[in-house]
T-cell receptor, first 115, second 113 residues
Framework: DVKVTQSSRYLVKRTGEKVFLECVQD?????MFWYRQDPGLGLRLIYF?????MKEKGDIPEGYSVSREKKERFSLILESASTNQTSMYLC?????WGQGVYGYTFGSGTRLTVV | QQQVKQSPQSLIVQKGGISIINCAYE??????FPWYQQFPGKGPALLIA?????SEKKEGRFTISFNKSAKQFSLHIMDSQPGDSATYFC????????????FGTGTRLKVLA
């Protein structure tokens, strides 16, 4: 069964801490994404990557950075966590267009609370 | 130009009824429209998707209706069941260039037994 695995289901961090959220996929997908999900706001794209070491900003990149050193792993970094970054974080991966399979595969999410 | 507007925000339906969720988009370059289903504690999962060359796609009890001229598409769940209770997201994307979805804000569906 193909998977996107997020390393933590729940995290509690203190304001100002540097936080790492890890995501690993086993489908050899080119594209990987980080979203945050908040009630009433839906899924908002933070960053995405379409190749190793490549990254592009999404709609809400402020306060975040990412790293993709290997194809299967995409990390989201909160440089200095703040309470307004308390949210559900979802990682997803996908193949590229032209390979006939267009859907995203999501992980189960990491619920981050910043206190 | 990049928004996808989804309504309603929440929906309560009796068992056996029809659930209808609507989405509207602005960018005429979008040519792929998926729906995702998310259960509590899980990530969203692809439910059904449509390309604009057809006006309707059906998979079991789930149907997407697509109106290209109105730039609208909708999800119909026939014979709704309590197990369909979930949050549903519509999305839109272009199948060229960067593979990036624009998601709607989600609809929380509750089907009463």
């Amino acid at each position: 069964d193909v998977k996107v695995t997020q390393s933590s289901r729940y995290l509690v961090k203190r304001t100002g801490e540097k936080v790492f959220l890890e995501c690993v996929q086993d489908m050899d997908h080119e594209n990987m994404f980080w979203y945050r999900q908040d009630p009433g706001l839906g899924l908002r794209l933070i960053y995405f990557s379409y190749d190793v070491k490549m990254k592009e900003k999404g709609d809400i990149p402020e306060g975040y950075s990412v790293s993709r050193e290997k194809k299967e792993r995409f990390s989201l970094i909160l440089e200095s966590a703040s309470t307004n970054q308390t949210s559900m974080y979802l990682c997803a991966s996908s193949t590229s267009w032209g390979q006939g399979v267009y859907g995203y595969t999501f992980g189960s999410g990491t619920r981050l609370t910043v206190v | 130009q990049q928004q996808v507007k989804q309504s309603p925000q929440s929906l309560i339906v009796q068992k056996g009824g029809i659930s209808i969720i609507n989405c509207a988009y602005e960018n005429t370059a979008f040519d792929y429209f998926p729906w995702y289903q998310q259960f509590p504690g899980k990530g969203p999962a692809l439910l059904i998707a449509i390309r604009p060359d057809v006006s309707e796609k059906k998979e079991g009890r789930f149907t997407i209706s697509f109106n290209k001229s109105a730039k609208q598409f909708s999800l119909h769940i026939m014979d709704s069941q309590p197990g369909d209770s979930a949050t549903y997201f519509c999305a839109a994307s272009k199948t060229s260039g960067t593979y990036k979805y624009i998601f709607g804000t989600g609809t929380r569906l509750k089907v009463l037994a």
